[in-house]
T-cell receptor, first 112, second 115 residues
Framework: DAGVTQSPTHLIKTRGQHVTLRCSPI?????VSWYQQVLGQGPQFIFQ???????GRGNFPDRFSARQFPNYSSELNVNALLLGDSALYLC???????????FGQGTRLTVV | AQSVAQPEDQVNVAEGNPLTVKCTYS??????LFWYVQYPNRGLQFLLK??????LVKGSYGFEAEFNKSQTSFHLKKPSALVSDSALYFC?????????????FGAGTTVTVRA
């Protein structure tokens, strides 16, 4: 069975640009969450979606947005990129809201 | 607010010796606790969870964790460590009464198992 897949795996962007990260959950999983992991730190919660509705939002600026599609895949969008947005962005899926989350390999975003 | 503390940045053990990675938590209600492992340039891999029931939880790859409510701890253990256990370990907590399902992670503990 395929796990959580994220694309792209690596990305280099310039300050001020916009980026879209994509995530496909494990088949049958209806919940998708996004986390940001800065080097040397634990993952920080950005968003959670369940059945296409936002169910949680972390302490991130409005430049960060996300959505979940009818097939339960998800996109994370970040506008007006800053150097500090450089991080590993992790997507996780779970069958429902309150079960363990299974993570993808992440997208390494570098902002220059 | 929910939070997790991993008091040790690094743990070094010899292969074959017991391994313990410490975690303490703070929540307003009943905690849901998780351990994840991360290998270099990879995502997080689920090891085990505590929801309710037995305080000793068994997980993948021979790992187990002991939930201690009085000490608000959830330490990860492995009786006999392998070199391949060398990785970054994260403890995480979910506090449902807060109304959302986010996971709050500790800063991580780097485990090095020497041959």
């Amino acid at each position: 069975d395929a796990g959580v897949t994220q694309s792209p795996t690596h990305l280099i962007k310039t300050r001020g640009q916009h980026v879209t990260l994509r995530c496909s959950p494990i088949s049958g999983h209806k919940s998708v969450s996004w986390y940001q992991q800065v080097l040397g730190q634990g993952p920080q919660f950005i968003f959670q979606y369940y059945e296409k509705e936002e169910r949680g939002r972390g302490n991130f600026p409005d430049r960060f947005s996300a959505r979940q599609f009818p097939n339960y895949s998800s996109e994370l969008n970040v506008n007006a990129l800053l150097l500090g947005d450089s991080a590993l962005y992790l997507c996780a899926s779970s069958p429902s809201l309150n079960t363990e989350a299974f993570f993808g390999q992440g997208t390494r975003l570098t902002v220059v | 607010a929910q939070s997790v503390a991993q008091p040790e940045d690094q743990v070094n053990v010899a292969e074959g010796n017991p391994l313990t990675v410490k975690c303490t938590y703070s929540v307003s209600g009943n905690p849901y606790l998780f351990w994840y492992v991360q290998y270099p340039n990879r995502g997080l891999q689920f090891l085990l969870k505590y929801i309710t029931g037995d305080n000793l939880v068994k997980g993948s790859y021979g790992f187990e964790a002991e939930f201690n409510k009085s000490q608000t701890s959830f330490h990860l253990k492995k009786p006999s460590a392998l070199v391949s256990d060398s990785a970054l370990y994260f403890c995480a907590v979910r506090d449902l009464p807060q109304g959302d399902y986010k996971l709050s992670f500790g800063a991580g503990t780097t485990v090095t198992v020497r041959a």
